[in-house]
């Protein structure tokens, strides 16, 4: 690994204690996740099976290996090799997984971007991962041009889709190039990709993960959970760049040389449309979105769901109603699984037949998990703790030497910032999370983040940001904003403030509830006090205004 790389990773003593459990989780010392995913399966005998659905179209693995190899040679071409950080800007379009192979096969280190995210967000972590080039989807391109002033090394962008003249294309790259390309000579501790969450402070953390580590998710969580066939086919709407949809809809598929059925935004009549059409057999949503499909009138009956044989659910958890409802109206179990973008995948998770609802499951085979007390002690049956696991992935952050700390305790336990209570029979029930962060239709949104954001705004003296019941996401933002003197509350201010943010920060972190409020409630020391907001309903110095 290179010297420069090498360093972003956290000191030795902060590293997760890994353990390779199971006799899958064995790979050898050179180790090239793209010779895995799809060399493997198109210099086989699966080179005429397909690979990737996308509308009508279909990329069988051999066309997609040809794709990945010329674009290996296009970007050794441009000078990227080994260590070199490229961000991928992309939808969930096959563009996005040549792209990805390529970058493996290559040995450099891919740092995948939600396409939600503005400037700000993406200026940030340009920078941070020290991105020289960027592979960008044609119509999401101005944001990341507007980003380019915070991130002086990335000066190279690669147009896919829609390119405008004198743009370096993704297809000029390919044009004319071998179909053949030997994979890098890798390690399999060696940095395959750094995938960003947005932390409880508000800060992006990257997240680490090295060759091994996105096999051993497949062999671990996908592997015991959803014993893929190569008949299976993977669908869902997360993106591609969120290590849930990396994995649902890249690495699981290809790693049993099944295929994967890409769709455009997600709206629940064309999800379920793609289930049916695509045939899809294991999908993977959140929450929120099987709750959207229910919604939809007679749903199972316009809906040929008759291929679907496991649904995935993740991001926030998945209430024992949504699960009966889903299950009474296709046949179909859902199986909850938390998983966080540090850990990769899922780490505990429900199995099929055994699924208690309401519980998110047991852990996944490879994985220790525990509920413990603040100093690592482990808590017995019924109560509640933080939930702290070991296993053949794990938190490795870049450059955050003092978050890992956080992360990673006790000589080598991830701790989530989750809460959790374990029956004496081994299931593991969520509670919540510790921290401030909220979680609202799956999306992670940071308080704080929130809050710098609107405090920037001329009207604003100072805000808090809480989460707020709501029915159909669970939780949604709400802001409580303290106006500057001269400003009073308003309907259009309150629509100015949400456009403000949506400017500014991804727009699903915009806050969806907006309350004025005379002061924000505080300890002796000067902390917000956030929990007397989320009640702050009942509260008689509440004037109730705005909303
Ligand atoms: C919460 C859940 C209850 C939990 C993720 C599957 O969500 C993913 O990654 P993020 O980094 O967030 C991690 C946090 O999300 N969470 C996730 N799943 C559940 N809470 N029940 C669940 N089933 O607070 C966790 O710490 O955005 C999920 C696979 C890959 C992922 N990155």
């Given at each position: 690994?290179?010297p ?6 956290p ?7 890994r ?38 179209r ?16 296009g ?9 070199d ?10 563009e996005f ?5 390529a ?8 740092v ?17 991962a ?8 044609g ?34 790259l ?24 947005s932390?409880?402070?508000g ?6 993960h090295?060759?091994?580590?996105i ?6 969580y996908?592997?015991h ?38 769709s ?15 045939r ?9 979105s ?7 009138p ?27 409802e889903?299950?009474?109206a296709?046949?179909?179990e ?7 973008t540090?850990m ?13 609802p ?24 019924g ?8 296993g ?6 870049w450059?955050?030497p003092?978050r890992?700390?956080e992360?990673?305790?006790?000589r080598?336990w ?9 029956d004496?029979?081994?299931?593991f029930?969520y509670?919540c999370?510790?921290d ?6 799956g ?13 920037e ?10 989460a ?19 400003r009073g ?25 907006i ?6 409630p ?15 309903d ?5 004037p109730?205004?705005?909303?």
């Amino acid at each position: 690994m290179i010297p420069e790389v090498r360093d972003a990773l956290p000191p030795a003593e902060l590293m997760p204690e890994r353990v390779y459990a199971l006799p899958e989780l064995r790979y050898p010392l050179r180790l090239n996740v793209a010779a895995e995913l799809l060399d493997r399966n198109a210099e086989g005998d699966r080179a005429g099976r397909p690979a990737i659905h996308a509308g009508e179209r279909v990329l069988t693995y051999g066309e997609l290996a040809r794709k990945v190899n010329r674009l290996c040679h296009g970007l050794r071409g441009l000078g990227l090799d080994r260590g070199d950080r490229v961000l991928l800007r992309m939808p969930n379009v096959p563009e996005f997984i040549v792209s990805y192979l390529a970058c493996q096969k290559l040995g450099v280190v891919t740092v995948g971007t939600m396409p939600m995210l503005r400037a700000r967000e993406l200026g940030y972590i340009a920078d941070d991962a020290g991105t020289t080039a960027a592979i960008v989807w044609g119509g999401l391109r101005e944001e990341l041009e507007r980003a380019q002033p915070q991130a002086p090394e990335l000066k190279r962008l690669i147009v896919a889709g829609q390119a405008q003249p004198g743009d370096t294309t993704l297809e000029a790259l390919m044009d004319g190039q071998p179909e053949r390309f030997a994979p890098a000579d890798t390690d399999r501790d060696e940095i395959a990709m750094i995938a960003y969450t947005s932390g409880s402070t508000g800060v992006p953390k990257g997240c680490v993960h090295f060759h091994r580590d996105i096999l051993a998710s497949a062999d671990a969580y996908a592997r015991h959970v959803l014993a893929p066939t190569e008949d299976d086919r993977f669908g869902g709407h997360p993106t591609l760049a969120f290590t849930f949809g990396t994995g649902g809809l890249l690495v699981f598929p290809f790693r049993f040389g099944a295929s994967t059925v890409l769709s455009g935004p997600f709206t629940p009549e064309s999800m379920l449309e793609t289930f049916a059409k695509r045939r899809v057999t294991i999908c993977f949503c959140a929450p929120t979105s099987y709750r959207l499909m229910l919604g939809v009138p007679a749903m199972a009956r316009r809906y040929d769901l008759g291929a679907l044989r496991l649904g995935v659910s993740a991001a926030e958890p998945l209430p024992a109603a949504t699960w009966a409802e889903w299950h009474a109206a296709t046949g179909v179990e859902l199986l909850d699984g938390i998983g966080s973008t540090e850990m990769f995948h899922i780490f505990i998770s429900s199995l099929p037949g055994r699924v208690r609802p309401g519980a998110t499951g047991v852990p996944v085979a490879g994985y220790g998990c525990r509920v413990v007390d603040e100093s690592g002690n482990e808590l017995g049956p019924g109560q509640a703790g933080l939930v702290a696991i070991k296993g053949p992935t794990g938190c490795k952050y870049w450059r955050k030497p003092d978050r890992q700390a956080e992360y990673v305790r006790w000589r080598g336990w991830n701790v989530t910032g989750d809460v959790y209570v374990q029956d004496a029979d081994g299931y593991f029930t969520y509670q919540c999370r510790s921290d401030d962060m909220i979680v609202s239709g799956g999306y992670k949104i940071p308080g704080p983040e929130v809050e710098q954001v609107l405090d920037e705004h001329p009207a604003v003296a100072e805000s808090a940001v809480v989460a707020a019941p709501d029915r159909t996401r669970g939780f949604v933002v709400k802001a409580y904003v303290v106006l500057n003197p001269g400003r009073g509350p308003s309907a259009e201010l309150v629509a100015e403030l949400q456009e403000h943010v949506k400017r500014e920060l991804a727009p699903y972190k915009y806050p969806r509830a907006i309350e004025f409020i005379e002061r924000l409630p505080r300890t002796e020391t000067g902390k917000i006090q956030r929990y007397i907001l989320r009640q702050a309903d009942v509260l008689p110095w509440n004037p109730g205004a705005g909303g």
